[in-house]
C-alpha cells in the first residue's frame, strides 16, 4: 500500500546534472530508510545511496563527493542531485523504501543517459 514514484531522469551530457526525486505515498506509517539503486542491462542492481530514519547517508564510492542524497521529510520524498555526470552513471535509477517492520518497496526506475 506504499507507492514510490521516480522522476527526473532524462539525457544529459557528460559533466552535466541531473536530480531525481521519489515521491512516497499510501500507507506510510514508518520510514527506516530510503535509498537509490541503479541497474544496468545484463548486470546487478546496485546501492548508489542511502539515507536512513536518523539521516545518516552512505554512498557508493563510484559517486562520492558528485551525488548527494536527501529527504524532504513532510513530504515523504527523497532526491538525487547527481553531478559531474559521466558516461558510466547511464543506468536506470530505482527509489527504494524500508519501513522498518518488514516492508520493503520499489519504484518503477527513472531512465537516466550520460552522452560523451
Known amino acids: 500500500q506504499v507507492q514510490l514514484v521516480e522522476s527526473g531522469g532524462g539525457l544529459v551530457q557528460a559533466g552535466g546534472s541531473l536530480r531525481l526525486s521519489c515521491a512516497a505515498s499510501?500507507?506510510?506509517?514508518?520510514?527506516?530508510?530510503m535509498a537509490w539503486y541503479r541497474q544496468t542491462p545484463g548486470k546487478q542492481r546496485e546501492l548508489v545511496a542511502v539515507i536512513t530514519s536518523g539521516a545518516s547517508t552512505h554512498y557508493a564510492d563510484s559517486v562520492k563527493g558528485r551525488f548527494t542524497i536527501s529527504r524532504e521529510y513532510a513530504k515523504n520524498t527523497m532526491y538525487l542531485q547527481m553531478n559531474t555526470l559521466k558516461p558510466e552513471d547511464t543506468a536506470v535509477y530505482y527509489c527504494?523504501?524500508?519501513?522498518?517492520?518488514?516492508?520493503?518497496?520499489w519504484g518503477q526506475g527513472t531512465q537516466v543517459t550520460v552522452s560523451s
Open positions: 527504494h523504501l524500508d519501513n522498518g517492520r518488514g516492508d520493503d518497496y
Open positions: 499510501g500507507s506510510i506509517f514508518s520510514i527506516h530508510a
